[in-house]
């Protein structure tokens, strides 16, 4: 990760590696996929994060579902948007 627009050190949020990252629509989670190199599936995972002023501090990352998914998931945000319904601020 790394602050927008000005730049600046990069800071990595996950333990293992992962790719595709997506903020959640609540700003409460950055998802991501980690892949396992020795089989062909991922896990989806999220870290918690807070955000004021210029801090930024993100939780541990953890598996969002203990399924993991082969290839690829149609519909991903669909899914996401019915397991974690936007609250209503």
């Known amino acids: 990760m790394q602050a927008f627009p000005n730049g600046g ?6 333990d293992d590696g992962g790719t595709f990252p997506a903020w ?3 700003g409460h989670d950055l ?3 980690q892949f396992d190199e020795h089989r062909p599936q991922s896990q989806l995972m999220a870290a918690s ?3 004021r ?3 930024f501090v993100a939780d ?5 579902s203990e399924r993991r998914l ?6 991903f945000f669909d899914e996401l948007h019915r397991r ?3 609250s209503s601020k």
Do not use: C, D, H, M
Request: charged share 15%; glycine share 4%.
């Open 31 to 33: 998802f991501f996929w």
């Open 60 to 64: 541990k990352p953890r598996a969002w």
């Open 24 to 26: 959640s629509r609540n």
């Open 49 to 51: 994060y807070q955000a």
């Open 9 to 14: 050190a990069t800071r990595q949020i996950s």
């Open 70 to 75: 082969v290839s690829f998931l149609l519909n």
């Open 53 to 55: 002023g210029e801090s």
């Open 84 to 86: 974690v319904p936007l």
